[in-house]
Nanobody, 123 residues
Framework: QVQLRESGGGLVQAGDSLRLSCAAS????????MSWFRQAPGKEREFVAG????????DYAGPVRGRFTISRDNAKSAVYLQMNSLKPEDTAVYYC????????????????WGQGTQVTVSS
């Protein structure tokens, strides 16, 4: 049974930082491209960042490039999202997603999804 469990969300002020973690189990982690998506109230789910299974290819959505950093630790079957200089518009539920051997893609599609972790940024 595949599980993706996000953690690290919370309530912060604008300009603060948060580090999200996603722990994966039940899959061969080093064969999955891992991504973070987010969904704000009343909006569609959108791509935030992704890293291929080798770690060699990384991409970010425009609004977070330069502020967020995605990384993975295949030995721990985990992927992380370091979020700096947070803004109120970053408020959303953040989801971890896994896609087998795929490229990093902004398409909202994955083989597995986590349950999400809430990030709220106050102004």
């Amino acid at each position: 049974q595949v599980q993706l469990r996000e953690s690290g969300g919370g309530l912060v002020q604008a300009g603060d930082s948060l580090r999200l973690s996603c722990a994966a189990s039940g899959l061969t982690f080093n064969t999955y491209t891992m991504s973070w998506f987010r969904q704000a109230p009343g909006k569609e789910r959108e791509f935030v960042a992704g890293v291929t299974w080798t770690g060699r290819s990384i991409d970010y959505a425009g609004p977070v490039r330069g502020r967020f950093t995605i990384s993975r630790d295949n030995a721990k079957s985990a992927v992380y999202l370091q979020m700096n200089s947070l803004k109120p518009e970053d408020t959303a539920v953040y989801y971890c997603a896994a896609r087998l051997l795929g490229p990093v893609s902004p398409m909202v599609a994955a083989d597995y999804w986590g349950q999400g972790t809430q990030v709220t940024v106050s102004s």
